[in-house]
């Protein structure tokens, strides 16, 4: 038996190198058998480091049986602590919607092939404003693009809005031509980047890519389409940027009342009252949880110009 006489040392690390050199010189006149002290206490190490915990009972079983080598001992552990995966990096707000951009830029591009702009300068860069505007105590979105685009909507199946990953917007030309208050074209264009920033289309393109499925533009089974949770978070996010910006949260619920059509596409169907009843009512809902404000934004001179601007502009959806 090794007897170790220097056992007696407090610090740790010349204990462990002592039984190291007395157990190599030991094991060099037998290769066969390999000191227990030295192995017994390296195994012990690997399985920590390499989050073998699970294993140790397993490898001091085998170092008994000394069936196997200590140098395939010390591979094996290498290769599992290897292959053990790495805690995935959460990514920031920034590099999430960069990632989501790029998910998304197919379903994008195709949407500008088939839809027809109408490029009004004045009219996006009022609503890039308004934007910023509902956006500036979202200190991590200050550094982000916005992009506000105008598309034709004669085609009853374009008659809405769509929000893509990166700030994206796409407002509607009868929308904006029958709006009538700034704090429900705030609402609106707060709600679209509530669906961004709940992340909904991103979700379901990556679901769609998963199953194999392209995802839908315009059909039924549309990307777009929100669920009711969905619906219900955007209104409470939405509604919280409208009063972070001092625009008239009651805004909310007048759009859902006034251009419901806009956001329930099945205008047919005998669920389409209660469908815009419920959103009315989570928009009042999300309103009385604010603080009523002294002098919100409703209708101010420079919408009134933006309104101005719009009469003059003839599109299909007119006649």
Not at 21 to 38: C, D, G, L, V
Not at 203 to 221: D, T, Y
Request: hydrophobic content about 40%.
């Amino acid at each position: 038996m090794l007897i170790n006489k220097y056992a007696s040392k407090p610090t740790y690390p010349t204990r462990f190198w002592v039984n190291f050199n007395s157990a190599w010189s030991e094991s060099t006149r037998n290769s066969r058998a390999i000191p227990r002290i030295f192995l017994g206490r390296f195994i012990k190490i690997l399985s920590k480091i390499a989050g073998l915990c699970r294993f140790t009972s397993v490898l001091i079983n085998i170092n008994r049986s000394r069936k196997i080598s200590f140098f395939f001992l010390c591979f094996f552990a290498l290769v599992v602590g290897c292959a053990t995966e790495a805690p995935k990096k959460e990514l920031t707000l920034s590099e999430q919607i960069e990632v989501d951009t790029k998910k998304a830029q197919s379903l994008s591009n195709e949407f500008k092939q088939r839809v027809t702009f109408v490029p009004l300068k004045n009219a996006q860069d009022f609503m890039k404003n308004m934007v910023s505007v509902l956006l500036k105590k979202r200190e991590e979105f200050q550094k982000e693009k916005i992009t506000i685009e105008i598309h034709d909507d004669s085609d009853p199946k374009l008659r809405r809005f769509f929000s893509f990953p990166g700030t994206t917007l796409s407002v509607p030309i009868s929308f904006l031509k029958k709006v009538e208050f700034e704090n429900e074209l705030a609402a609106a264009l707060a709600f679209e980047m509530a669906n961004i920033m709940n992340r909904f289309l991103a979700k379901k393109v990556e679901k769609q890519v998963l199953l194999g499925n392209r995802p839908q533009l315009f059909s039924k089974e549309s990307v777009f389409n929100l669920t009711k949770e969905d619906r219900g978070d955007s209104i409470r996010l939405a509604t919280n940027l409208l009063d972070e910006s001092g625009y008239d949260t009651r805004g909310m619920a007048s759009i859902f009342k006034r251009f419901s059509a806009y956001y329930v596409q099945e205008t047919s169907s005998d669920l389409f009252q209660t469908q815009v009843a419920w959103m009315v009512r989570e928009a009042q809902r999300a309103q009385n949880e604010f603080l009523p404000q002294m002098k919100p934004v409703v209708r101010s001179g420079e919408f009134i110009q933006f309104k101005k601007g719009l009469t003059k502009v003839r599109v299909h959806s007119d006649e």
